[in-house]
């Protein structure tokens, strides 16, 4: 069935982080070392590690990467300092809320816990490596409960997906590809339908790469094309991931998901968002108040090394946007699926 190994787009060996570097595929597969805390940062931002929940992984070894270059043996004065790290690490990407959830339960994990500052140091590489670890189970778990909202028929489903939701974005497995997987070992899969995801291209680029490793049937389609293909009748279902859910559902992800939605809606095609319970923001009680990023508006003028309009135009280019709960069919966690307004009965299994 598949020809080749499982994508981990993170990996911790001996000292150092090893990321895929995102930027540069599906051209070339090549990796970054990363030593210092402020190249994790700096990788963040540029997007070589991308990905609510691979974010989160990288921020959790990127502050572990700061502690231990932190030279003091009082506590306090080490507490002080890793702030300063976790504040750098923060100020890398403000919607994906996977990078806060993690540098704060990498924080709340020294606070807590008694002991010198390198046996604290030791703690907060374990609980970075598990963070990990329990996001490749998570996924996992997403993938299983994913498969059993799906429509029951046809038999063997077309899905559509928005950006990259892979393992790339993940530990590995993936969130809405983790459900595409699993329903791929379960024989329920006809073919995955890829966005190709303007500006950056995540869909094009690395969704189908993804697929195309795994021997996935994949088509690429253009942004605008969903509501032709929903006429046609050529989907069943359509599966994102996200970047911040809040607690009445509203979920942000990448810009042009919103779109998507409304078209499946027009179309009666269900629309699943899958997610871990670490992208749920519950401090929010509605998308209103997610932080948008705006990227460089070179993203929008080009498409690779080409210009693709006159001098003159002006840009607008907001990463992401926020689907109303209303549109959701059902949120897939790891916990299982629930409709939006029911998030909330799983808050006291989140983990921070
Ligand atoms: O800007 P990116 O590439 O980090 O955006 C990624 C997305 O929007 C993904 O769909 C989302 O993070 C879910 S990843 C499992």
């Not at 998570?138 to 393992?167: M, Q, S």
């Not at 024989?187 to 790469?209: I, N």
Request: include cysteine; proline fraction near 5%; charge should be negative.
């Amino acid at each position: 069935m598949s020809g080749n190994p499982p994508v981990y787009p993170v990996v911790w060996k001996e000292d150092r982080v090893i990321l895929i570097d995102q930027t540069r595929l599906p051209a070339e597969h090549t990796v970054v070392e990363i030593r210092r805390y402020e190249d994790m940062a700096e990788a963040i931002k540029t997007m070589i590690v991308r990905g609510a929940p691979a974010i989160g992984v990288a921020a959790g070894y990127g502050l572990y990467l700061g502690a231990r270059e932190i030279q003091t043996h009082d506590r306090t004065a080490f507490l002080t300092q890793l702030e300063t790290v976790a504040e750098t690490l923060r100020q890398t990407r403000p919607t994906a809320v996977n990078l806060f959830w993690a540098i704060a339960r990498m924080l709340n994990t020294a606070r807590q816990t008694l002991g010198s500052v390198e046996s604290l140091k030791t703690l907060l590489l374990e609980t970075a490596k598990t963070i990990q670890r329990e996001d490749l189970q998570t996924c996992e778990a997403i993938g299983d409960r994913g498969v059993e909202v799906l429509p029951a028929t046809p038999e063997k489903l077309r899905i559509l997906t928005h950006c990259n939701a892979g393992a790339l974005a993940t530990a590995g497995y993936g969130t809405a590809l983790g459900v595409v997987r699993s329903a791929r070992k379960r024989d329920r899969l006809e073919r995955v339908y890829a966005d190709e995801t303007r500006p950056r291209l995540q869909g094009a680029k690395l969704t189908t790469w993804e697929c195309i490793q795994e021997g996935i049937p994949v088509t690429l389609l253009t942004d605008g094309m969903a509501a032709h293909c929903m006429k046609q009748g050529m989907i069943d279902a359509v599966v994102v991931g996200a970047d911040r859910i809040a607690a009445n559902g509203d979920t942000a992800n990448k810009i042009g998901t919103y779109n998507l939605a409304i078209v499946a809606q027009a179309h009666q095609v269900p629309f699943f968002v899958a997610a871990p319970l670490s992208t749920v923001d519950f401090e929010l009680p509605n998308g209103s108040e997610i932080p948008i990023e705006e990227r460089d508006v070179s993203e929008v003028a080009r498409v690779g090394q080409t210009t693709i309009c006159p001098s003159g135009v002006e840009f607008y280019n907001p990463a992401f946007d926020v689907t109303p709960a209303e549109l959701i069919a059902a949120i897939i966690t790891e916990y299982g699926a629930v409709s939006p307004g029911n998030l909330q009965q799983f808050q006291a299994k989140q983990v921070v």
